[in-house]
């Protein structure tokens, strides 16, 4: 077990790594493809009728006239050890982790990060727990009455929810329940200042994020509970004489429940990456709504450091699946 | 007589199957499965009308062009008579439906709203199918390699593909699509968002269908008729796409089918974010965009874009659903 | 070019205003103003009252460029900084157009000009001090100047005025590179009370240009570039107690703030909170609580629209008057066909601006214009050359035009920026008007960031993609004709990229008429000549004016001594604002 | 022989309604599953009896319903999603109790105490999440009211009696951490872990190489002689029959077509299809060539059984009898010698002649 465990976050700190790389890489080679020089990039930075020092100065500021590699080496330099950038009379400080510093707004991206993070925990956290719980059960439900009423009609209500689009439902939701009839609260609360208004302002965000995602749940869990049911342990377990309630909730949720870890455990990682439409429909001050800001202030710095961040959680949320897995799955522990 | 007990087990198992089945198995396999799946699927009520829905938007978005033309519709015609000037909105009820105009008409322009979802059917689907067959390419293609050669080749594409997975997909397209926007690849205007959609849509979503088919592949690879045309001295690329990609047109097609709707909903998102799809041009996506302003005063115009949307993944889901269930019942 | 408001308009996404128009350059018998209090507060000031103590609350739906008086450019920046910062000189708190009228701040006089308007003079105040008590001196003017105009690479996002008309101006590298005692040569400190300014050419509107919050006093010695933002010392009345980068500001009472060197500021509200970021829908909400405003300035959204239209008593709370801006779309007189004066009025013609005006959210939008200035800029003068009826165009008109120009039809593009919806509407708009005339024009957007950096304003680029035309809207750096006109007519400037003359109009006539104004001491002369410009650059048919902006403010209830000043693009006057809640 | 001609009697004479004095007896089978494609008849009208401490071998080729029997007795069918829909009729007598008609719950608690069974593949037959000693344990508890403890006392004592090496450590580990033949190993001690009466054992040896299934043979064997226990053995490998069999029953078409003692069915064989299994059988003192005599075609289909004898389409034999006979009526089971029973049109005389001219020497 320890092996796998050390194999595995050895596997998961390369692919960060990749990641990272090939992150930078893109958003290095974005603005070029775009048809942006060094120079055009540093114009954004200063204000209007420039002179070319003006321009030169910010350039070499910003090390925009670096290669790829030299940027990206100083980034990564960045998130161990800090990076300071020489802003005239003063240099502004960018401590480890320095995801990188924004010149638009002149802040470090990681302490908006860190701030901005709770609202997006929040909010998936929340979201997750409604539809883990709702799809799960009825999933399960309708997988041992396979075709009977209540399967078809939930597996109805499952679809149309994966084919609802979120801005959509969100928007909805708005509508109804804080226009129409203003039941919820419209701005952010954190949830150590005050645990209610934090609930309250987030709830139409969490349902609408459920009702997407137990659906697919839902789905997910009867499938692989229909399959588990299939399977020739069952048969075993029923021929020992177990009673069938025994058999479900032991041996067959088990079974059944296992490789739905995987799923929740990346879709978790995605959400926490920025669950960007969710936040924007909701205006939630989260890490995604973050990085849609950098894209309408073309302010690159945030957006990258959102997609590397986001690239984090994804890839941990992959080994703690993994290792969950191993957990519960001893056949997995030897490969 | 005394029973031979040294017969082995394989010999003991084989002989009496293969003998007493008889002829080639395969065959048999090879054409029922394909009738048993179409039979069941004609059986699937549900499946069929999504599917007849499915065919029918494919219809409507293909002869959209057509159908504008033919009764002199324009997605972008003003007519502003029908607007409020100082409110914006349409005059009338339910955002100014009429005879002309049977889904109302926007506020500030009062564009036809039934044109503007006609005009907005091509350009989603374009985008959707282009995306999908991008990602479905790459990813049948390096999912059947991965799965054919395994070793070293296997060991590189899954590393690329978690590497892929890693990736935040949202926020690269949002990104990609947001500074790409000014002009790029000597393309512009609605021929640059919509390969600009197709690409960041379609290029990263490919490791999905590569992992399915991988897995297929790595079965099918020990079946008999792939050691056959192995032993015949056929070489590896004949294999993989004679043999062995045959055999996975049912996965992909399905997952083909129940991709189109993800992204149907991701062009609409990214429309929606405003980095998709740039007005004037109509988009499902885009008018809900503009409708977000007027949600609380004209919550029809957000509706009707809305429904659209959820109508055409609807239905490819069903018919993605049924074609599934066809081919492998116990998924039922 | 003045940002102004417009970054939150396009942040907000706001559309449409829904109460019927009024002000006063606007005739066209709208009734929306007979109501008791509606636009009260463009007229006088409302709740006037003496009353002193509790909180004060801004809210804005984005972040402004920066708190630094040095380094910021929106008006409404321009507006609160007054309260840390006191420029030279500023605007008197007054309703409408009578807040243009300047007032000496930190200067006890205004200006004295010699040498014909090329030096200026003022002499500071006594007994100014800063929030930690130590004086206030015309070297921190100086330096304050110094460091907002000259090091670009560090401070880039206020105007740089001084750095164009200062002498040797182009050759100062700043404070932070020149470490030289003198700084810069051209700006003199005889002694610790006068500030002496020595331009490159007559400028007799540079009182307004010290009314910039650039001249507010820096200590150098407390100067961090950049990061000043976090520390700033107070000269005003009120001084930071916290300041949480992009979230939110909390200022407080200045103890050191000596009412007797202040005839302007009160000092009413005990505390002043800026909440930043807030959901938009959720600021109309507070603002009609009466317990917040709308610091952005720019009207409510159009949900609280659609209330406040239906409901005469709401409706006697707002105030819907001119942002000192004019929406217009340049015609590129460098591109083929246009630079033929005929086929730029054939557009002129042509386009619709009703449709326009609808299309931007109506007549409380603003109103249809017919000039480059706006009535709230000295030097207006009511003209329409190409009047049409009903100001619904004239295709008949413009295919004359057209014909004189030698075409039946023109293939060009039309420029806007992506990030700003009303932008793209008036495009919209004006493409369906300009094809009926057989000008199909197309819509290339461009992020607001580059528009003028790598799109628009680069005059190659426009050659190369065929932009014709330029979605624009201008709003005044100061409430003078020259800080109007001379950013977009003035051809001399003209550059191989960052342009906002997107005319890139060069006219020989205009270029000499701006220089020439800007040096002439009478007012009523130079705004007559600022007329006169203005009716050139329509006789050359260098731009399309669409309408005049106009913004709808709500009136909180419990907040006292509003009143919309033309100077801050019809914002509140944020200097003396108290409630009467405690 | 006295003991077959007696079994022989009373199936001779069927006794619907009342307890047989047989340990087990299966009267008039029906099994028949509803699907989309039509009514699968899987087991169509099946009889036969068991002895404690006899064993009775199933044979037939796939989909013959050797394997739907034995889940049939079991009570499996009617659990489970599927189960609602299965069509079961005819009686099921075990130790005088009639299971189909039973309460299921009755029949719970029969299984695992009274009827154990053991799977075919015993790798996805056990919990891959449990270890093996917990899965033993559970089988035990069920039908004792012990504690863990001694339950755990009771696996490692039943493996070590299956013949685990070190069963007080093999107990912890996962099945997929045995070997194919411990894995039947640890199958059979969960199934007998109760001491059950009757032990069904579907295919025990299939997925086993030579060696290991003539050990497992010989342990259930024991362990039959052991517990005195009735067997039913399902298998389509004659060698495995031969080795372990008192009766063998053919199956074909979800039907019996001949029933007899071992020495019967091997040395007289009276149908067809037995002489075909038989010439399928290999020996190894033939050249492979010469010894198979392949049953040609397809197994029938379960949903529309050919008309008359089930057989008749691949039957060498099918026109011998007069008129179309074969294919219009079908054949019933008749005794043909001592408890020895046959479902055929052919008259014994046919049947003698082409057995002993024509199949006979080729084996």
Known sequence: ???????????????????????????????????????????????????????????????????????????????????????????????????????????????????????????????????????????????????????????????????????????????????????????????????????????????????????????????????????????????????????????????????????????????????????????????????????????????LGVTLLAAFFVVIANLLVDLLYAAADPRVRLS | MTAPIETTGAQAEAQPEAVLVGVDKGQIEGRSLGQIAWSRFKKDKVAVAGGVIVILLVLLAVLSRPIQAMFGLDPNALHQDLIDPNTSLPKGDFGGMSWDHPLGVEPKFGRDIATRILEGSWVSLVVAFGATILSNTIGAVLGVVAGYYGGRVDTIISRLMDTFLAFPLLLFAIAISATLQGGAFGLEGLPLHISVLIFVIGFFNWPYLGRIVRGQTLALREREFVDASRGMGARGPYILFRELLPNLVGPIIVYSTLLIPTNILFEASLSFLGVGIQPPQASWGGMLNQAVDFYQVDPQYMIVPGLAIFVTVLAFNLLGDGLRDALDPRSR | MRRSALAAVAAIGSASLLLSACSKADDNGEDGNKSAGANAATKGVVNASTQKGGTVTYEYSDVPDSFDPGNTYYAYMYNLSRLYARPLMTFKPGPGEEGNTLVPDLAASAGQPSDGGKTWTYKLRSGLKYQDGTAITSKDVKYAVERSNFARDVLSLGPNYFQQFLAGGKDYKGPYKDKSAEGLKSIETPDDTTIVFKLNTAFQEFDYLVATPQTAPVPQAKDTGIDYVKSIVSSGSYKFQSYDEGKQAVLVKNENWDPKTDPLRKQYPDKIVVKLKVNAETIDQDVQAGDAIDLGGTGVQAATQAKVVNDAKLKANTDNTYGGRLVYMAINTQVAPFNNVACRKAVEYAVDKVSVQTAEGGPIRGDIASTVLPPDIPGYQKADVYATTGNKGDVAKAKEQLKACGKTTINTNISARSDRQQEIDAAT?????????????????????????????????????????????????????????????????????????????????????????????????????????????????????????????????????????????????????????? | MTELSKTGAALGEPAPGNAPDAFLAVRDLKVHFPTDDGLVKSVDGLSFQVEKGKTLCIVGESGSGKSVTSLAIMGLHRLGAQGK?????????????????????????????????????????????????????????????????VARKRAIEMLDRVGIPEPNKRVDGYPHEFSGGMRQRAMIAMALVNNPELLIADEPTTALDVTVQAQILDLIRDLQKEFGSAVVLITHDLGVVAEIADDVLVMYGGRCVERGSVDDVFERPQHPYTWGLLGSMPRIDRETSERLIPVKGQPPSLINVPSGCAFHPRCPYADIPKGDVTRTVRPELQQVGGGHFSACHLSPEDRTRIWTEEIAPKL
């Not at chain 1, 929040?122 to 799809?135: C, K, T």
């Not at chain 3, 002369?525 to 709500?554: C, E, G, H, S, W």
């Not at chain 4, 593949?121 to 449990?130: I, N, Q, R, T, V």
């Open chain 4, 85 to 149: 829909h299965v069509q079961m009729s005819g009686e099921i007598w075990l130790d005088g109790k009639e299971l189909v008609s039973a309460d299921p719950d009755e029949v719970r608690r029969l299984r695992g105490r009274e009827m154990a069974m053991i799977f075919q593949d015993p790798l996805s037959a056990m919990h891959p999440y449990y270890t093996i000693g917990n899965q033993i344990v559970e089988a035990y508890r069920v039908h004792n009211d012990v504690s863990k403890k």
């Open chain 3, 429 to 582: 708009a004006i493409i369906a008007s300009l094809k009926k005339v057989g000008i199909n024009a197309s819509l290339k957007q461009y992020p607001s960031g580059k528009y003028f950096t790598d799109y628009a304003g680069v005059p190659t680029f426009d050659k190369k993609q065929n932009i014709g035309l330029h979605m624009m809207q201008w709003g005044a750096d100061w409430p003078g004709g020259y800080g109007f006109l001379q950013q977009i007519l003035n051809g001399g400037a003209i550059g191989a990229s960052g342009n906002t003359n997107l005319s890139y109009l060069d006219d020989k006539q205009i270029n000499e008429a701006l220089a020439k104004a800007i040096a002439t001491e009478d007012e009523t002369a130079r705004n007559a000549q600022y007329a006169a410009i203005d009716k050139r650059a329509m006789d050359l048919a260098a731009l399309v004016p669409l309408t005049y902006f106009k913004v709808l403010l709500f009136r909180p209830d419990n907040y006292t001594n509003l009143v919309s000043s033309a100077a801050f693009s019809g914002q509140y006057d944020y200097l003396n604002i108290g409630t009467t809640k405690k």
């Open chain 1, 1 to 303: 077990m320890i092996s796998y465990i050390l194999r595995r976050t050895f596997a998961a700190v390369i692919l960060l790594l990749v990641v990272t790389a090939v992150t930078f890489a893109i958003f290095f080679l974005l603005p070029r493809m775009a048809g942006q020089t060094a120079d055009q990039l540093a114009q954004q930075y200063i204000g209007k009728s420039p002179t070319k020092a003006d321009i030169a100065a910010v350039k070499q500021n910003l090390g925009l006239d670096e290669p790829l590699y030299a940027q990206y080496w100083h980034f990564i330099k960045g998130i161990v050890a800090g990076a300071t950038y020489d802003l005239g009379p003063t240099t502004a400080h960018c401590d480890a982790p320095c995801f990188g510093y924004s010149f638009k707004n002149h802040v470090a991206v990681w302490p908006q990060l860190t701030s901005r993070l709770p609202v997006t925990i929040s909010l998936a956290a929340g979201a997750a727990v409604m539809w883990l719980v709702s799809g799960v059960v009825i999933g399960v439900i309708s997988a041992l009455k396979p075709r009977s009423f209540f399967d078809r009609a939930f597996m109805g209500v499952a679809l149309a929810g994966v084919s609802l689009p979120m801005f959509f439902t969100g928007n909805l939701a708005l509508l109804l329940f804080t226009y129409q009839w203003p039941i919820f609260g419209r701005t952010y609360v954190p949830f150590t200042e005050n645990p209610a208004q934090w609930a309250n302002t987030l709830f139409p965000a969490w349902c609408s994020l459920a009702l997407l995602y137990s659906a697919i749940y839902a789905r997910l869990t009867r499938s692989g509970m229909l399959e588990t049911m299939n399977e020739d342990f069952i048969r075993t377990a029923r021929a020992k004489g177990l009673r069938e309630r025994r058999v479900v909730a032991r041996h067959g949720l088990r079974a059944a429940l296992t490789p739905i870890i995987t799923v929740f455990g990346m879709d978790l990682g995605l959400l926490l990456g920025g669950a960007v439409i969710t936040e924007t429909v909701f205006s939630l001050p989260g890490i995604g709504q973050y990085a849609v800001q950098g894209i309408t202030d073309n302010d690159l710095p945030p957006i």
